[in-house]
């Protein structure tokens, strides 16, 4: 949407009604809303402009009840902060904190890492990517190359938690 990092706002909506809003220029905002599930906001994201039929059911409005919003705390969503630290950094720095957050969430979901580690392991990475801020959208190469570094130093960073932090039961 060429927006400066500045310029999103992040709000907690337990709800999960409101999938995104957008503020104009003149105060009004529009929502996206639809029930809580992800497959429509996908399927507009992926056919936009176009809206196409979906199998979704529809939200009832009647039925809704309030809709609530609050600020995050950042100590308490900490790939949130990771998020806007990458958007500051700018050029490959996105790139590499969605590639390590893939390579986290997967190593947790495959059970060799708590869930708490997946932000510990995309702060290493972030951290450790030290390319300096691209003053102009990096080259498709640029890219390629941060994910691959970031998901083999993920995968770094997972083999040094696995041992310490997951107990079976």
Do not use: K
């Amino acid at each position: 949407f060429d927006l400066p990092a500045s310029r999103i706002e992040v709000v907690i909506h337990r709800q999960s009604i409101v999938h995104s809003l957008v503020e104009f220029v003149d105060g009004s905002i529009m929502a996206q809303m639809s029930r809580p599930d992800m497959r429509l906001p996908i399927q507009h994201a992926l056919t936009y402009p176009d809206r196409v039929p979906t199998r979704v059911e529809p939200l009832d409005l009647l039925r809704l009840g309030r809709l609530t919003f609050e600020p995050p705390d950042m100590e308490r969503f900490p790939c949130l902060r990771l998020s806007y630290e990458a958007a500051r950094l700018d050029g490959t720095a996105p790139a590499v904190l969605n590639a390590a957050n893939e390579v986290a969430v997967n190593r947790f979901l495959d059970g060799r890492i708590g869930f708490l580690d997946i932000a510990a392991v995309d702060e290493e990475v972030l951290s450790a990517h030290r390319t300096g801020r691209e003053t102009e959208v990096p080259e498709v190469e640029a890219v390629m190359e941060a994910d691959r570094w970031a998901r083999e130093e993920a995968g770094r960073a997972v083999g040094r938690r696995v041992d310490r932090t997951v107990v079976r039961i």
